[in-house]
Structure formats: C-alpha cells, structure tokens
C-alpha cells in the first residue's frame, strides 16, 4: 500500500504538470497496483469490509473517470476526479483497515517479517546477505533523481500526514510550485521528451 501512496502523489504531480503521457502511466500503474492488493492483500474476519470486495466497489469508478479526464487532457476535470479518487481511497483504507490496526496495536502479538510484508508495514523481505546491495540499490536510484524534487516529495509526504486532505493537496502544490522555476524542473521535462537520461545539478 506504500508504493499505491506512491504512485498516488506522482499521478497528482504528473496531471498538475499537464505530463499526460506521464499521468496516463502512472494510473496505470496505480491500476495494476489495485489489482495485486486485490489478488494478494490478507483477508481477516475482522475486517468489516474485504479489499478484493471493496476495491471493485469504492476505487474502480473513480479510477476509471480519472483516466477518461487525462484522455481529455483537461486540468480542471483532473482535479476535480483526483480529488474524487482521494476521496475514495481514503474511504476504502477505513472500511477495510481500522479493525486490522486494533488488532495488532490492542493486542501486542508479536509477527513475523513475512506477514509484515504481507500487510504492508515493510517494503520487502530479504535474506541477510542481500540486504545491503538491495538497500543500496535503491539508494542509488533515490539519489540518482532531482535532488530538489526529492526534497520537496519527502517534505509533501511527510508534513501532508499531519494535515487534513485539503491542506495536503494544497501543500503537494505549494511544494511543486517550488520547482517550477528550477534547472533542475527544466531539465527533467526535457530529458524526458528526449527519451534520455537528466543531468541534475540541485539548482
């Protein structure tokens, strides 16, 4: 469900951005996504609503106005569905997880690695020894990318957390605006439309 949130705020950064062919991948992704909570998501008696039931029910419809908005390639309409599908999601996280959370917070039963990747509370699970190069690994990616988005991304996620949906959605705008008249944003958009790596420089 982590990387859901993740694609999640990028669609949001690539509809904002007017990037439709970016948008239109990343709900995509974000589609996908659903259907492997679907497939893969436990199910326990006490939740009062099952993921593989309440996502067909709450997050399709949603989804689906989304992408016909980004076909449209209309800003306004974006906004007003993405704020649909934010919505949605939201619903969804509390019909299905609140009683799940009681459980493990009330009850202090310890788990295991695996069902903690199962539910989402850890990214992966990994044998001892490839910890570090997959830790790595990733590191490198994450460095790899603007520095300025990536501070601005973390800062959007985090404080957002603490703000009411409103004020995060406002707070991921304010956070892009920031990039706006940065190299680094224009630097991006056209390694992007060359089809080739960025050159970042953090300015």
């Not at 609503?49 to 209309?74: F, G, H, N, Y």
């Not at 992966?124 to 601005?152: C, F, K, Y």
């Not at 956070?175 to 940065?182: D, E, I």
């Not at 056209?190 to 300015?203: I, L, Q, S, V, W």
Request: glycine share 6%; charged share 25%.
């Amino acid at each position: 469900m982590l990387l859901q949130q993740a694609r999640h705020t990028k669609l949001w950064f690539a509809g904002e951005a007017g990037n439709w062919a970016l948008a239109d991948y990343e709900a995509e992704e974000l589609g996908e996504g659903f259907d492997a909570v679907i497939k893969y998501h436990p199910i326990r008696e006490e939740m009062p609503v099952a993921p593989k039931d309440a996502i067909p029910r709450m997050i399709t419809e949603p989804l689906a106005s989304l992408r016909d908005a980004i076909r449209q390639k209309d800003h306004a309409l974006f906004a007003e569905r993405f704020d649909a599908l934010t919505t949605a999601c939201n619903n969804c996280h509390r019909a299905t997880n609140v009683g799940f959370a009681k459980e493990l917070i009330l009850s202090g039963l310890p788990f295991s690695a695996k069902e903690a990747e199962a539910w989402g509370l850890v990214n992966r699970v990994l044998p001892p020894d490839e910890l570090l190069p997959a830790t790595l690994a990733i590191a490198g990616r994450i460095a790899a990318n603007g520095p300025l988005s990536v501070r601005q991304a973390k800062q959007a996620i985090h404080r957002g957390l603490q703000m009411s949906l409103a004020d995060g959605l406002a707070f991921e705008i304010e956070a892009y605006h920031r990039l706006v008249p940065t190299e680094d944003r224009r630097e991006g958009v056209r390694a992007f439309n060359e089809r080739r790596k960025p050159d970042f420089k953090g300015k």
